[in-house]
């Protein structure tokens, strides 16, 4: 059980051992964004390659789960207190029974059924183990953080059963990217970054105001930083840190 946070079910990486069917459930951990989540679902929605699309609103307190509650094509999530966004993709990913899982957002501007395409097309042809998608020509600021630091970002595929045998991965909130990238990195898988063109998001600051949203800034930042002293002691550290999964996914 993740600090302060649900008693997620013991995932068992041998009840999905075998080959990659192809099958996909987007992920769409939410915190407070009832005015710009439905943007979102609707452009997964309209990909014919999605099988199952999950809205998991991380405690919000806002009208986030009760925008998407009543879709049809939607299983919405509400969960009684805020995890962070680790807990949250857990929490939508222990709702799937697909091979891939493709993460999205709830803040994305831009997004259309064709960047769920080409995001998924490297993974679906097998030319990667994950994908992660890279704003480009959607605004100056959010492209440029980007560039600066890629892994960061909140847009991938990635295999389910990699990602549920992550250690801790409940429990770092923020630092949910790195910790999936450093983990990709040491098994040796083939990521490849995919242009999502015309894609942004909203600063912190615009959402929040400019004291709310530098304190939020601040948490994250915060939180991405205590993951790399993590992974920097774990690295040095015994093998027997490494994580569960210790094969390429089998193709």
Not at 196 to 223: I, S
């Amino acid at each position: 059980m993740g600090k302060g946070g649900l008693a997620l079910p013991q995932y068992d990486a041998r009840r999905t051992a075998g080959r990659h069917t192809g099958t996909v459930t987007a992920v769409i951990p939410a915190y407070n964004e009832e005015h710009r989540i439905r943007g979102v679902v609707e452009a997964v929605k309209r990909s014919e390659a999605v099988e199952r699309l999950i809205v998991v609103s991380d405690g919000s307190t806002d009208r986030t789960y009760d925008v998407v509650k009543d879709d049809p094509d939607v299983f919405a999530l509400q969960l009684p207190r805020n995890l962070g966004k680790g807990g949250a993709m857990v929490a939508g990913a222990m709702q799937a029974n697909t091979d891939w899982l493709l993460f999205f957002d709830a803040d994305l501007m831009g997004l259309s059924p064709n960047h769920v395409h080409a995001l998924l097309r490297p993974v679906l042809t097998r030319e990667a183990d994950m994908a992660v998608g890279i704003f480009q020509g959607g605004r100056f600021l959010t492209d440029l953080a980007q560039c600066i630091a890629p892994s960061i970002t909140g847009q991938r595929v990635v295999s389910r059963r990699f990602f549920l045998s992550l250690p801790g991965i409940t429990d770092v909130r923020y630092g949910v990217e790195m910790a999936i990238g450093f983990h990709a990195r040491r098994q040796g898988m083939q990521i490849q970054s995919v242009v999502l063109d015309g894609v942004t998001h909203p600063l912190k600051e615009e959402k929040l105001g400019a004291f709310q949203g530098g304190k939020a800034r601040m948490r994250m930042y915060y939180e991405m930083g205590k993951y790399v002293v993590h992974a920097s002691r774990t690295n040095s550290g015994s093998r027997r840190a490494a994580p569960a999964w210790h094969e390429r996914p089998p193709y």
